[in-house]
């Protein structure tokens, strides 16, 4: 590889969005053969908006409270759409994130549990009736919440997040160019199959803990594939990490843009199947 072919080929990739943060990274993005990427924020715009809510206004006051504490796009989607109801906020006496699941709060003295239905079932909440409603709302690719107080059941909170426009054409692109695309989430696999499918991706890893993305990442490496992760979130920064090419959003945070390789400004997909085309080329006028 000469020197100056790879100057040509980064300089050619910067221009258009495609940050590489060295030449050698070039050459090992000519030869990934899959691909995974993270749901929210990645594949989809990570701005979910709530769609349902199925409790009264004071849980509703309760719940936003609560997740006024976490970072979580779905919590501020809960947070804004409190606002919205006018309802006022109170702050947590106590505040606690419980990574993949949800989070669990105290708010004027009581205790409020916000996820999914491993969160209620390691506190032994009973959903009664609900499963029906949340196979539902995960069928049509949104994310359910359960919600409980002081360990009763209360209602769902279930947020829509919208894939990005040009995620099904920047996904058939990288189809076509042989790689084996992979989607890979906390969400749950029926919320995961329903998003997956509309941006045309068949495989999907879901249900995956913050900490367990690296794991997934290695096991595709050990099968001897060659796989770049893309990511935005700093639970995806370790996956990123490990990837034969960590690949961040541009519009993602400051710790994914350190742990990846490549940086694609602006969030735009189609920036994916470019570089790789750009690394073919370049490699291939190289040898
Ligand atoms: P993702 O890969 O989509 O970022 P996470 O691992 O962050 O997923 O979260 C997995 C699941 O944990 C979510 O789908 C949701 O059910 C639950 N969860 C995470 N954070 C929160 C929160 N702040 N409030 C309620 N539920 C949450
Ligand atoms: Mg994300």
């Keep these: 590889a000469t020197p100056t072919s790879i100057m040509v080929g ?5 221009e258009n969005g495609i940050l590489f943060k060295g030449g050698e990274h070039l050459e090992r ?7 995974v990427l993270d749901k929210t924020g990645t594949i989809t715009k990570g701005k979910p908006e709530v769609t349902t809510f199925t409790a009264d206004r004071e849980t509703l006051q309760l719940l936003a409270s609560a997740e006024k504490g976490s970072e979580h796009p779905l919590a501020q989607a809960i947070v804004a759409y409190a ?16 990574p993949g699941h949800g989070i669990e709060a105290t708010v004027s003295a009581q205790t409020i549990l916000v996820g999914n239905r491993k969160l209620m079932q390691d506190h032994g909440v ?3 009736d609900a499963e029906q409603t949340l196979i539902e709302m995960e069928e049509a690719g949104e994310t359910a919440m359960l919600i409980a107080v002081d360990g ?4 769902i909170v279930s947020v ?4 990005k426009e040009t995620a099904p054409d920047a996904i058939k692109a990288l189809q076509d160019q042989g790689l084996t695309v992979m ?3 906390g969400d749950n696999e029926r919320t995961a199959q329903a998003i997956a499918k509309q941006v045309g991706i068949d495989d999907t890893i879901s249900e995956v803990l913050p900490e367990d993305k690296a794991e997934k990442v290695k096991e595709l490496q050990l099968q001897g594939h060659k796989v ?3 990511g935005d979130g700093v639970n995806d920064a370790p996956a990123l990490a490990i990837a034969d090419i960590g690949i961040a959003i541009g519009t993602g945070t400051e710790v994914a843009i350190e742990a990846a390789d490549i940086t694609i400004l602006g969030g735009e997909l189609q920036l994916i199947p470019k570089a790789i085309k750009v690394s073919h080329a370049t490699i291939r006028n190289i040898r």
């Design 29 to 35: 993005t000519h030869e990934l053969d899959a691909i």
């Design 183 to 185: 989607m890979l989430t």
């Design 83 to 98: 606002t919205e109801e006018e309802v006022a906020l109170s702050d947590a006496e106590q505040f606690q994130a419980v």
């Design 228 to 230: 770049a992760m893309v």
């Design 152 to 155: 009763e059941y209360r209602g």
């Design 126 to 128: 009973a959903i009664g």
């Design 160 to 163: 829509a997040d919208t894939i």
């Design 10 to 14: 980064t300089g050619k990739a910067a």
